[in-house]
């Protein structure tokens, strides 16, 4: 097996221009355990690439490496030509890296609009001197906001409930309310966390559709989903995982024919 790439050691070269993820290797250990081991896996450029396999298999903990809610114990990841491995999420947004939640927590008691404005980029409000020093600029942005909230907010179907609080909606609407809140920073790359979780179907088709729409405009989409049918209908490539590591990659339609990727969800020895 190749060794894991030590931080220390030169960082290689960038991936090509059309690679916006290129993990490289990535190992995560907890206190001995090791939940990630070894994984690479590329995304391109306005492409959707499905990530499935077992509970346990190490996806989350894949995902979350890529967010930069955890760092790697070793190997490198690029996001879009850059070096992210020991970088904050926040700091990844500004590199077009968005994300969304397994289970969406939006600001109960606030309203769906004000839940997405909150996730506007680089508010001059959020500043004490601009709000004395600059007003102008501060009540021109916020109008510039409040307009792509509701612009927003219309394509995820709930203008109806911008008003109301989000305590109010159901698992699909927070789905789409967290959709379009990652929206508001303009990611050019998206990390969709079991979107299919807990909603029903038919607002599963609307998170389906909105889901190829962005990608017609040029999102690229990295998604984590148990829902084979969704990965199938949206995806051109799938990674499957198992015991932290590849198991195969391939079209959606390989993978799931796939022995050994049949066996390890069925719970043999892969």
């Not at 492409?47 to 490198?76: D, Y």
């Not at 049949?262 to 719970?267: C, K, S, V």
Request: aromatic fraction near 4%; hydrophobic fraction near 45%.
């Amino acid at each position: 097996m190749t060794a894991s790439t030590d931080f220390n050691s030169p960082v290689t070269s960038p991936p090509i221009s059309d690679v916006v993820i290129d993990a490289r290797r990535l190992t995560k250990r907890f206190q001995g355990m090791t939940a990630v081991s070894e994984m690479s896996l590329t995304v391109r450029r306005q492409e959707m690439v499905g990530l499935i396999g077992p509970n346990g298999a190490g996806k989350t903990t894949m995902f979350n490496l890529i967010a930069g809610s955890l760092q790697p114990t070793s190997g490198e990841l690029w996001i879009s030509g850059r070096e992210v491995s020991r970088e904050a999420p926040e700091k990844r947004i500004g590199h077009g890296l968005a994300r969304t939640f397994q289970i969406p927590k939006p600001f109960a008691e606030m309203t769906v609009l004000e839940n997405l404005m909150v996730g506007g980029q680089k508010q001059q409000g959020e500043g004490l001197f601009a709000n004395f020093l600059n007003i102008k600029m501060v009540r021109d942005q916020e109008r510039h906001l409040l307009e792509k909230a509701r612009h927003l907010l219309d394509f995820v179907t709930l203008s109806h409930l911008e008003h109301q609080p989000a305590r109010v909606l159901s698992g699909g609407q927070r789905k789409l309310l967290e959709l379009a809140r990652v929206l508001m920073a303009d990611p050019d790359v998206i990390l969709l966390d079991e979107p299919a979780a807990g909603v029903n179907p038919a607002l599963l088709e609307v998170i389906i559709e909105r889901v190829f729409q962005l990608n017609a405009q040029g999102k690229s989409i990295l998604l984590i989903e148990h829902n084979m049918d969704m990965v199938s209908r949206l995806c051109s490539r799938v990674v499957a995982m198992a015991l932290g590591s590849l198991l195969a990659e391939g079209t959606p339609a390989d993978v799931s024919a796939n022995p050994v990727v049949i066996e390890a969800y069925l719970g043999g020895t892969a």
